[in-house]
């Protein structure tokens, strides 16, 4: 039976949609965290460059991307004692995040814990599964309950939280005291502004060890792959041998040649500082307008959003925004808790970025 799945939120913003739309100077749409800024050069000639290839792919991923992964935790984020074969490349990171419960076999009266301001996609992936869900940041709030996989986002989409290492240490000692698994959505480890990311996998959270630890990662940010569908999970080798075995099964394969464009990414450190500079410069500016017009921003260390608040129904300061030209998505989507905030993306060009700063003033 086909689970019951809630309405995909940005449908319901057609109408503000359509307001911001009307604005004289047109919209800009901050709701969505799509990249605008061109994929780098290199990564469209690597992608050109095996188009020819007519046999199908290893859902593996070839060794040298898988390699080229393995480098780039260690260079960019510490992260050190995963080898090749612990790396396994996603159709993207969304399609993984709503399918790993059902992938990893948790089912009907399994409970998967969830942040609980999160992207909508881990519940979806709770109810393909027939799962429960349960929204929880702290340990206590689980009670004696023994949930078969918790989910872990840090810098968080949408608030920009970013978990310090004791909380990501008490976290991985208690999901190994209990034998459950443990997933980090690190899409955004790489956008730290005011705090430094850490992963689960480093040395500092884990202690060398991998055992019932996941992390998933994307290129759709660092390296504006979002259409590409780049993304890859690694950790625990014995969890990443049980889904390869499963995706082989399912067909779950990146093509050939976004594994090589991938190949490439991972390897550009110039490419990603560069847009990470884009990033930052976008941020002070929406910042500065959005605090000079009376709004708060909270967490928002790090990632592609801003958390901002009016201290007021999210819907009303998304109408607001949008009677300016400006898309914003509320914090309803992300969760009960997030009814009095909008999440406000840095995904817009320079232009753009400066118009809606303008209408602010």
Request: proline share 7%; glycine share 10%; net charge negative.
């Amino acid at each position: 039976m086909t689970p019951r799945l809630p309405d995909f939120p940005w449908d319901t913003l057609a109408g503000a949609d359509a307001t911001a739309r009307a604005h004289p100077g047109g919209i800009v749409d901050l709701s969505v965290g799509t990249p605008v800024d061109p994929v780098p050069e290199p990564v469209r000639a690597a992608l050109a460059s095996v188009s020819e290839i007519p046999g199908y792919p290893t859902t593996h991923g070839t060794l040298a991307l898988r390699t080229a992964a393995v480098e780039a935790l260690r260079r960019r984020h510490g992260v050190v004692g995963i080898e090749p074969d612990g790396v396994l490349p996603t159709i993207g990171s969304k399609e993984l995040v709503a399918w790993l419960p059902r992938l990893l076999g948790v089912g009907p009266g399994d409970t998967v814990v969830i942040p609980e301001l999160s992207y909508p996609t881990y519940e979806v992936g709770v109810l393909l599964a027939g799962a429960s869900m349960l929204r929880a940041d702290g340990l206590l709030a689980l009670g004696p309950q023994r949930p078969r996989m918790v989910w872990l986002n840090s810098p968080s989409n949408p608030t920009g939280r970013v978990l310090g290492v004791d909380h990501l240490r008490k976290v991985v000692e208690w999901t190994r005291e209990r034998d459950v698994c443990l997933v980090s959505d690190e899409c955004y480890l790489t956008l730290g502004w005011e705090a430094e990311p850490l992963s689960i996998l480093h040395p500092d959270v884990c202690d060398g060890r991998m055992d019932g630890l996941l992390a998933v990662h994307s290129l759709s940010k660092s390296a504006n792959m979002a259409s590409y569908r780049a993304g890859f999970v690694t950790g625990d080798p014995a969890l990443v041998a049980d889904l390869l075995t499963v995706r082989k099964h399912a067909g779950m394969i990146v093509p050939r040649p976004v594994q090589e464009a991938m190949t490439v990414a991972l390897a550009d450190d110039e490419a990603l500082a560069a847009q990470r500079e884009r990033y930052a410069r976008r941020r002070i500016v929406l910042r500065k307008a959005l605090e000079g017009n009376g709004f708060q921003i909270g967490h928002s260390e790090a990632g592609l959003y801003l958390w901002a608040t009016r201290d007021e129904d999210a819907w009303r300061t998304v109408d607001w925004l949008a009677e300016r030209g400006i898309l914003v998505a509320p914090g309803t989507f992300y969760g009960p808790t997030g009814g009095r905030h909008v999440r406000v993306a840095l995904t817009a060009t320079d232009e753009r970025i400066d118009a809606a700063a303008d209408r602010l003033t």
